[in-house]
């Protein structure tokens, strides 16, 4: 399946009152070869791998294969992983026809908070919401797959 992704930075937590689903998030990566990357994910009661592909070249799609594993199996494969876990909590927020995931993260990327929407195509218009920053689509560093390699604290 091919994702359409914007990504964006966050500039207020007021998201936070509009929140309907809050969910703790731990991350890691058995691969992240700049072709595809390899995800394994402990969200909240359940667990997925997921394979991604490169990105095109605007950053705004990629394909996506995810499937849903046994937390047992994802806590082992965490252990597997490539050096670096990304531990993040996120929130969803519908704001007019669009669902944003924000992720608050923590440990080595403490103080980054990032939104991203999904889209249906590549020309579709979003709402911004108040809280929404400058758009950072295409801007590898905020991969999560880059994030383990080269930190938020790092940056300043």
């Known amino acids: 399946m ?4 914007r990504k964006f ?3 207020s937590n007021t998201y936070r009152l509009k929140a309907f689903q809050e969910t703790r998030i731990s991350q890691g990566f058995l691969n992240t070869h700049p072709e595809r ?7 909240g009661y359940g667990a997925f791998i997921t394979i991604k592909g490169k990105s095109s070249s605007d950053g705004l799609q990629r394909y996506e294969w995810e499937k849903e594993i046994d937390v047992t199996d994802a806590e082992d ?5 490539e050096p ?3 531990e993040k909590q996120r929130y969803l927020v519908k704001h007019g026809k669009h669902i944003f ?3 608050e993260f923590s440990g080595e990327n403490d103080g980054l908070v990032v939104a991203e929407v999904e ?7 979003i709402e911004p919401p108040a809280w929404l920053g400058e758009e950072v689509t295409g801007q590898t560093k905020y991969y999560n ?3 383990i390699k080269n930190p938020y604290r790092n940056w300043k």
């Open 2 to 5: 091919i994702e359409i992704e």
């Open 9 to 11: 930075l966050v500039k």
């Open 37 to 43: 990357t390899v995800r394994i994910r402990i969200m």
């Open 77 to 81: 494969l965490l252990k597997l992983c």
């Open 84 to 86: 670096g876990i990304i």
């Open 101 to 103: 995931e924000i992720d």
């Open 119 to 125: 889209l249906n195509h590549l020309s579709e218009e």
């Open 145 to 147: 797959s880059q994030l």
